[in-house]
Structure formats: C-alpha cells, structure tokens
C-alpha cells in the first residue's frame, strides 16, 4: 500500500492511465491494423517533397500534423527530421545522448585551454625564477631560458607525453624553493587536471565518432534510426535491428519473419527483443491473452522497461488493475513516461548498452613523474651560484613581479582572472563554431 502525497498522486495516475487505455483500445487497435497507414518514413519523405515543390504553409502544417498523430499509434518517441526539414520547432525533441556528449566536449575544451594557459605561465615563471638563482653568468641564464623556452613550444605543438615531461620539469623546479612550493604544487594540480581533461576529451571523442554508438543514441531517444545507421551492426543483430526499426516504423512485419529469427538466435537477449515484438503485433490485432504470454516469455528471458510497459498496457487493457499495478510499480522505479495507449517496439539498444570507455594514459602519467623526479634530482645536485635581483627585462612578464617577490594572493588572483578570460574566449569560439 502506497502512503504520502505521491503515492496518493500516483495511484490516481494510474487509474485515469488505466481508464484512458480501457477508452483508447478499440481506436488504437484499429488504427494500428488499417492497412492504408503510411509508414511514418514514407509518409516524411512525401513531406520533404513536398516542401522542395514549394507547397503552400496550410498543406504542410496538415500533414505533418497528421503525421504526428500517426506517430501516436506507432512506437515512435520523437521525429527530429520533422524540425530539421522545416526549420521549424513542430516537435519538442530532447538533446540526444550524442549532442549531450558534444556539449561536454566543449566544456572539457574550454578547461583543458584555460589549464594551459596556467601551466604555460607558471612554467614560464619557474623557468626563469630558476635560471636566475643557478647562473651568475648572464650568457648562461639567457642559454638556459633559451633552451626552455624551445622545450616549452615544443611541448605545446607536439603534446603527448612530450608536454607533460616538460611541464613536469618546470612545476619540479619549483619545489626545490621553499617559497615557491605553493606555486609547483598549484602547476603539479593543474597538470593533473589537464591530463585527466585530454583523457576524457579522447574518451568522448572516440566514442561519438563511432557510427555504432550514434544508432544506439538514436534508437534510445527517438526508437527508430535511418538505414544507414541500422547497416552499421552484423549478422543476427542486423535482422533483428532492421525489423524492429520497420516495425516501429508502421511497415507491416509478419510474424513469421520474427519466429524465423526466433529460432536462429542463440542469445537470449536477441529472443527477448523479438517476442516483445511479436506480443507488439498480437496486441495490435486484439488477441491481448496472446500478447501477455509473449510479453511475459521476453521478461522471462531478458527484463526490459519496454517490456514492462507493454504488460502494464496489456493487463489494463484486460481489466486486470492488480496485475497492471505491479508493473506500473516497476517502471515508476525506472520513471519511465506514461503517454502511450499502444505498445513499444523494442530494438537492439534495450539489450545493449554503450558508454564511452577512457583509457588510462600510461606515457603520459609515466612522463610527468619523470619530468618532477628529474627537476628534483637535478635541483638536489647544482648549488646556487648566485643570489640576483629580479633582471628587468623579464619585469615586464604579466605577473613575474609577483611570483618573484612571493605575493600568493595577488597572483593567484592574476590566475583566477586569466582563467575567466580564457573561459570566455573559449566558449565565444565555441557558440560560434555550433
């Protein structure tokens, strides 16, 4: 027994669900079994047609209007192509687990940037800072600044593992002077931070750029994909995933085909899909006991929320409340959205779920041990030749003032500021390109 306000709003949910199914049945069944149904991709491309011959705003607002109500009685979640050939907001679509993906890129991006900018210019500071307390010889401390500056710009046009041996040096640099250890640490975090962005910017990257992962997005957020996408799977999981496409799609499927596939498959996963799918086409035919046992033979061998869904549908539609509460009880647990009077097609994404992976970047954290290990080493070895005054020319660096004569705060606040403009900058760049 349900107790609270959302238990109580809930189960009201439920009974109108229930009551609106009970209504809806008939007209549902109906529509889903009429023959003359254009499949919802056919009926899209006439609308693209259509608009490439120029036809008047009042005809096309009817059609895809009757094409949105199609969608109602299809397993169809969302048809972007709609927005998107019109240039118009006709539906609502959701960001798609893709573009969400893109969206981190940019962020991870901007970061990445707005490290570098840091770690160029404490490794620029510790450079010279070192240079000037190691070398009495002016020649020597202009050599040695020399030197490292071709080692930073190499670092930063060739990356990798080169970058962070580099920078990795420099941020050493700094922990050989009690004074300066705030400031190798905050380079030492901010490289790590860096790595850690590179890492997961790859990891992003790799994953979206693989046409497999963008049909699993695809049938995850609108349940059907175009051929090209649906092409990118092999063997069994292409029959099954052009089916169930097609079926979601309103083309007429016999079940025959899907008890074919039945038999072949040797995963249980696969047969759970397909007898969904088969309980989908009893339903729609009204033979709702039959639809139940099939429903319940995918559940058996594989749980899915569709699955769920479409015996809660079924048990209502047999006014059969307790029977349809327990599995509205399940999908609550799941917040799966209660807005369909028809049952949902399910496809190869349901059994098979891909995230991006990351791989741990060995060289690259192998190298910036190195480059502080060495730092220190090398720091441990020389002795200070000499104790300069700061060389004016390099007075003029934004900030090495500061790092030079210790004042933390100012500084960091110097970092803090550059970091906001670097982020503005970045994402500048960013909305443009979008």
Same mark, same amino acid.
Request: aromatic residues 14%; charged residues 15%; hydrophobic residues 45%.
């Given at each position: 027994m349900r107790i609270g306000a959302r238990g109580k709003r809930f189960d009201k949910k439920f009974l109108g669900i229930i009551t609106a199914i009970i209504f809806m049945f008939p007209i549902v069944a109906n529509a889903a079994t009429n023959s003359s149904n254009t499949p919802i991709d056919t009926y899209l491309q006439m609308i693209e047609k259509d608009i490439s011959r120029g036809a008047n705003e009042t005809k096309l607002h009817s059609e895809i209007k009757s094409l949105l109500k199609i969608k109602q009685t299809s397993s169809v979640f969302y048809i972007p192509e709609i927005n998107y050939i019109t240039g118009k907001k006709f539906e609502n679509v959701p960001l798609s687990g893709a573009q969400k993906i893109r969206q981190?890129?940019?962020?991870?991006?901007?970061?990445?940037?707005?490290?570098?900018?840091?770690?160029?210019?404490? =490794?620029?500071?510790?450079?010279?800072?070192?240079?000037?307390?190691?070398?009495?010889?002016?020649?020597?401390? &202009? #050599?040695?600044?020399?030197? =490292?500056?071709?080692?930073?710009?190499?670092?930063?046009?060739?990356? +990798?593992?080169?970058?962070? #041996?580099?920078? +990795?040096?420099?941020? +050493?640099? +700094?922990?050989?002077?009690?004074?300066?250890?705030?400031?190798?640490?905050?380079?030492?975090?901010?490289?790590?931070?860096?790595?850690? =962005?590179?890492?997961?910017?790859?990891?992003?990257?790799?994953?979206?750029?693989?046409? @497999? &992962?963008?049909l699993y997005e695809k049938l995850e957020r609108d349940n059907y994909a175009p051929p090209f996408l649906i092409k990118k799977v092999k063997g069994i999981y292409l029959k099954v995933a052009s089916l169930a496409n097609n079926q979601a799609l309103l083309h007429p499927i016999?079940?025959?085909?899907?008890?074919?596939?039945?038999?072949?498959? &040797?995963?249980? $996963?696969?047969?759970?899909?397909?007898?969904? &799918?088969? =309980?989908?086409?009893?339903?729609?035919?009204? @033979?709702?006991?039959?639809?139940?046992?099939?429903? @319940?033979?995918?559940?058996?061998?594989?749980?899915?929320? $569709?699955?769920?869904?479409?015996?809660?549908?079924?048990?209502?539609?047999?006014?059969?409340?307790?029977?349809? @509460?327990i599995y509205s009880e399940k999908l609550e647990k799941t917040n799966f959205s209660f807005n369909r009077t028809v049952p949902i097609v399910a496809n190869i994404n349901d059994i098979k779920i891909t995230r991006p992976t990351f791989e741990i970047p060995i060289y690259e954290i192998l190298a910036l041990v190195a480059g502080i290990v060495t730092a220190i080493v090398i720091t441990r070895i020389l002795r200070f030749s000499s104790i300069i005054s700061i060389n004016p020319f390099f007075s003029y660096l934004p900030g090495y003032r500061l790092y030079y004569s210790n004042r933390y705060s100012a500084l960091l606040l110097l970092i803090g500021v550059l970091i906001l403009i670097e982020i503005f900058i970045g994402s500048m760049l960013c909305s443009m390109n979008l």
């Open positions: 981190k890129i940019i962020d991870i991006d901007i970061f990445i940037s707005a490290s570098t900018v840091i770690i160029v210019m404490l =490794g620029v500071f510790s450079l010279i800072y070192s240079s000037d307390r190691y070398f009495s010889s002016e020649i020597n401390r &202009n #050599l040695s600044i020399l030197i =490292g500056t071709i080692l930073i710009i190499a670092a930063l046009i060739f990356q +990798g593992p080169l970058f962070y #041996l580099i920078f +990795g040096i420099m941020a +050493g640099l +700094g922990f050989k002077f009690k004074k300066k250890f705030p400031f190798a640490t905050i380079m030492t975090i901010f490289l790590i931070a860096h790595l850690t =962005g590179i890492t997961v910017e790859k990891g992003y990257f790799h994953y979206i750029s693989s046409q @497999k &992962n963008l016999k079940e025959s085909e899907l008890t074919d596939l039945i038999e072949t498959a &040797n995963n249980n $996963k696969l047969k759970a899909v397909l007898y969904n &799918n088969l =309980g989908c086409i009893a339903f729609n035919e009204g @033979k709702l006991k039959e639809a139940v046992a099939l429903f @319940k033979k995918a559940e058996n061998l594989y749980p899915m929320t $569709k699955t769920y869904y479409n015996l809660f549908i079924t048990y209502s539609s047999l006014l059969e409340p307790q029977k349809a @509460k």
